[in-house]
């Protein structure tokens, strides 16, 4: 009986067009706001149980708030644009190099100077966006073919960008400021002099652009560039026949998803790992956020959520639970469980429910502000 709209009125069109237009989700977004922006490092601060150590930031909390902005760029194409893609580790690598380039300066050669051009480094954080731009147009120069092929051809383009560019990042040294190992080691972050060098610092880093990025993709997927997007998912020859350009619309979605997936790319490089290599952008990347988006539910904000939540979590268990009933279980067997899950999992949701947990959630959500009428 908590969950009701009865006596809640709308008197104006901001309330109608409202993102949480009831007042029981708005309560709890504010309470999971402030367990998030200030609970949650009030602990790690303190050193309070269940966040005495750093493992559970470290290993748990930055990576799937990392992920799950990566699983919003990657549901703007997939969910929103109906645009198959198989390319989303690339533009994760192009954002992380190219914001580790910003940051530690560049030199290019010039055929007129032997100096070259040289540019000095950056803050880390400006170099992350500017990763996020140089991934968009990436994403735009990958996202032409999308005006004549689809579906499974789509794909298959998409996956020649993945190829390429860990080609291009394993062979071409430049990228790597020339290191023998192949590996490269993030600048330190820092905001106007202060160093994020704890984990509770790079928490809130990665909190605030997670929160800030699924708040504006949020509100553009509401409005009129993000209804082209969908007219685009469900019929695009309908769509163009109704006034709207394929070119804007598809040429669009690539660049904003590719702009989201580069900044979390600059996010897992720099607050994450620390140092990297290219096989940390790998197919299995991609194809771990195009399963968070599946079984986390298409064309959902909060589904992106569920799905990195889901897939971040699953591993644990699968090696805790065991332990726990005193069951040896060894680590390949750990390892097939996760694939065997996975599969199971996005077979069971593409025939049953394709939109994933989202659409489940959504639906509770309705039959409890009905209940107990069936109707």
């Not at 809640?8 to 999971?32: G, N």
């Not at 990566?70 to 549901?75: F, K, L």
Request: charged share 10%.
């Amino acid at each position: 009986m908590l969950y009701r709209e009865t006596g809640q009125f709308k008197s104006s069109y901001a309330e109608d067009i409202a993102i949480f237009p009831l007042y029981q989700d708005r309560v709890a977004i504010k309470l999971l706001l402030l367990a998030t922006f200030l609970l949650i490092p009030f602990l790690a601060k303190f050193q309070i149980w269940p966040l005495s150590t750093d493992y559970l930031l470290r290993a748990i909390l930055i990576p799937f708030l990392v992920l799950s902005l990566a699983a919003i760029g990657v549901n703007v194409l997939v969910g929103y644009c109906g645009q198959v893609s198989l390319g989303s580790g690339a533009f994760m690598a192009i954002g992380a190099y190219c914001a580790y380039k910003f940051g530690t300066g560049i030199h290019l050669p010039a055929f007129w100077s032997e100096a070259g051009i040289s540019i000095p480094p950056i803050s880390p954080l400006l170099a992350i966006l500017l990763g996020g731009a140089m991934s968009a147009v990436a994403g735009i120069l990958f996202g032409i073919p999308s005006l004549r092929i689809k579906g499974l051809y789509l794909a298959v383009a998409t996956l020649a960008a993945q190829f390429f560019f860990d080609w291009v990042f394993l062979r071409v040294k430049w990228f790597t400021n020339y290191t023998p190992s192949g590996s490269v080691n993030a600048p330190t972050l820092s905001l106007f002099g202060y160093e994020l060098s704890t984990s509770v610092d790079r928490y809130c880093l990665c909190l605030a652009s997670v929160t800030l990025g699924a708040f504006c993709v949020k509100n553009l997927v509401r409005g009129n560039i993000g209804r082209q997007w969908m007219a685009i998912r469900d019929m695009d020859i309908a769509a163009e026949l109704m006034g709207i350009r394929p070119y804007y619309a598809k040429l669009s979605a690539f660049a904003v998803s590719s702009f989201v997936i580069g900044i979390s790319g600059a996010l897992w490089g720099f607050a994450h790992l620390g140092s990297w290599e290219p096989l940390a952008f790998s197919i299995d990347r991609s194809l771990q956020l195009l399963f968070m988006v599946i079984i986390g539910g298409m064309g959902s904000i909060a589904g992106s959520f569920l799905g990195a939540g889901f897939i971040l979590i699953l591993p644990i268990l699968l090696e805790t639970v065991p332990s726990q009933f005193g069951l040896p279980v060894s680590t390949e067997v750990i390892a097939h469980l996760q694939s065997i899950t996975f599969g199971g999992l996005i077979c069971l949701l593409l025939i049953k429910e394709p939109r994933g947990f989202a659409r489940l959630i959504a639906l509770f959500r309705q039959k409890i502000r009905l209940w107990p009428f069936p109707h």
